[in-house]
Nanobody, 126 residues
Framework: VQLQASGGGLVQVGGSLRLSCAASGFTSASHAIGWFRQAPGKEREGVSYISSADGSTFYVDSVKGRFTISGDNAENTVYLQMNSLKAEDTAVYYC????????????????????WGKGTQVTVSS
């Protein structure tokens, strides 16, 4: 499985960015893709996940109402629309996948993920 993340950049507080994760190589229709982030000096944390099986989603509390994860099965791409960005959202963002799906999505941890893409930097300036 290969994952390629893109879409990071520099944006002002309150701005928006959309991250993309292009995925290929899954052997099963059942998998979950998630976005994780790691800020300098902090541990990597899960941000949002989506299930390929039923489209269910999960968001960490700090991004609820601001971030939206979505998937395009035809293009095997998962998006993370990030609105109302805050300085504390600054981090390297990674997309990752686990096959098969894990339920509930809220239980997913960094250690559960089987595949990782390279990160993309998101910098929110105040």
């Amino acid at each position: 499985v290969q994952l390629q993340a893109s879409g990071g950049g520099l944006v002002q507080v309150g701005g928006s960015l959309r991250l993309s994760c292009a995925a290929s190589g899954f052997t099963s229709a059942s998998h979950a893709i998630g976005w994780f982030r790691q800020a300098p000096g902090k541990e990597r944390e899960g941000v949002s996940y989506i299930s390929s099986a039923d489209g269910s989603t999960f968001y960490v509390d700090s991004v609820k109402g601001r971030f939206t994860i979505s998937g395009d099965n035809a293009e095997n791409t998962v998006y993370l629309q990030m609105n109302s960005l805050k300085a504390e959202d600054t981090a390297v963002y990674y997309c990752a996948a686990v096959e098969p799906d894990l339920y509930p999505l809220s239980s997913i941890t960094v250690q559960d993920m089987d595949y990782w893409g390279k990160g993309t930097q998101v910098t929110v300036s105040s």
